[in-house]
């Protein structure tokens, strides 16, 4: 009976997809430049909510960070307790992060660059080593983007909601 309700407990969770083990290589792989630490020249969050059949997906902490790298810090978010990574100071002695992370699993994309240029939504998928699934969804602002999902511009404070299937009762149009 326990194992059963385990089992239905686990079914009814939100699907999980983790952070990669190779975070520097999908950062090259992307088409960004990884670095020793966080650049401030271009500082913009996004912030990116996925759900699969009317569940939210975790975005996790740590997407574009080398969360192994002793330099990377290690934080506890006071709101959940969740854990998140960053703060890199001084820097890393290779390179351990790219210009497109995440600290927590809130879903916010962290853009710290050195150079003034958006980042794109494809690269912020290719990071996190997933694929935007073809029959996907798209709003920005809560408005339906029917073009290539995988240009768009990670611009601060945009609300970028990914369906797959069922859709949730609300689709998110704010920036948390």
């Known amino acids: 009976m326990i194992r059963a309700a385990v089992l239905l407990a686990i079914a009814a ?8 083990p190779n975070p520097m290589q999908l950062t090259r792989k992307a088409g960004l430049t990884p670095e020793t630490h966080e650049f401030v020249f271009l500082h913009v969050h996004s912030h990116l909510d996925v759900f699969i059949n009317g569940k939210k997906v975790l975005v996790p902490a ?14 506890t978010n006071p709101q959940d307790g969740s854990t998140g990574y960053g703060g890199i100071s001084p820097p890393c002695s290779k390179v351990c992060i790219s ?9 916010i994309l962290h853009t710290e660059a050195r150079k003034n240029q958006f980042n794109r939504l494809g690269q912020f998928f290719t990071e996190w080593g997933r694929k935007l699934p073809a029959e996907a969804k798209v709003y920005v602002d809560g408005k339906r983007v029917k073009a290539d999902p ?3 511009q990670l611009k601060d404070k945009r609300e970028i909601a990914i369906v797959v299937g069922k859709a949730p009762t609300h689709i998110p149009a704010k920036f948390p």
């Open 13 to 20: 969770a939100a699907p999980v997809w983790a952070a990669p």
């Open 62 to 75: 740590g997407i574009g960070i080398d969360i192994h790298n002793k330099a990377v810090r290690k934080f």
């Open 99 to 107: 210009p497109l992370h995440t600290h927590f699993d809130d879903g």
């Open 150 to 152: 995988r240009a768009i």
